[in-house]
């Protein structure tokens, strides 16, 4: 955790990589196709925590379809800025089995824990897990999944911003940055 000077002066030194209007817009799109494809099936939205709050209130307020909703709590991060071990904190508390799940998180960097995340769904009996990322990091190495869902891409940089934090600061806005390099 940094405090506020440090916090502020870590913003007023980052780039803007999308503007509010433009992360707007985007969970506009990704509603409409998450709608199209799962309005049918009563979905259960599981929102991982903490990142993906912002991102799956949005899209709560614009999916116009019955759905369930609950959260879980799954990490690499912590508040480095480097991925580590994946510890699970919470599973949800509604049953998955026999369900389409959503799992809506902020960001499919590595994909390591969206990964293991689906594959435990699925090994609690979920017919069908889908997953839904605001922003997918284009580094260029491969990514043991791809998000059926992706808002926006962002580029090979520590981002910040509508969910995603700076050393714990910063998940509140609403357009996504980007540390400055070197």
Not at 93 to 103: E, P, Y
């Amino acid at each position: 955790m940094i405090n506020g000077q440090t916090a502020m002066t870590l913003l007023a030194n980052a780039d803007l990589i999308h503007s509010a209007e433009t992360v707007a817009a985007a969970v506009n799109r990704v509603a409409r196709a998450i709608t199209t494809r799962l309005h049918a099936s009563q979905p259960l939205l599981l929102c991982v925590m903490k990142g993906g709050v912002p991102f799956a209130g949005q899209l709560l307020t614009r999916l116009s379809f019955p759905l369930d909703f609950d959260y879980l709590d799954v990490s690499r991060y912590g508040q480095a800025t480097a991925g580590g071990a994946l510890a699970w904190r919470v599973e949800p508390s509604l049953a998955v089995n026999g369900r389409t799940v959503l799992v809506v998180d902020d960001i499919l960097d590595e994909g390591v824990t969206l990964a293991a995340i689906r594959d435990r769904l699925l090994q609690m009996g979920a017919a069908a897990c889908f997953t839904a990322v605001l922003a997918d990091k284009l580094h260029g190495r491969e990514k043991p999944l791809q998000a059926d869902f992706v808002a926006l891409t962002v580029p090979d940089r520590f981002v910040f911003g509508y969910g995603m934090d700076a050393c714990g600061a910063w998940r509140n806005l609403p357009a996504i940055y980007a540390m400055r390099e070197g």
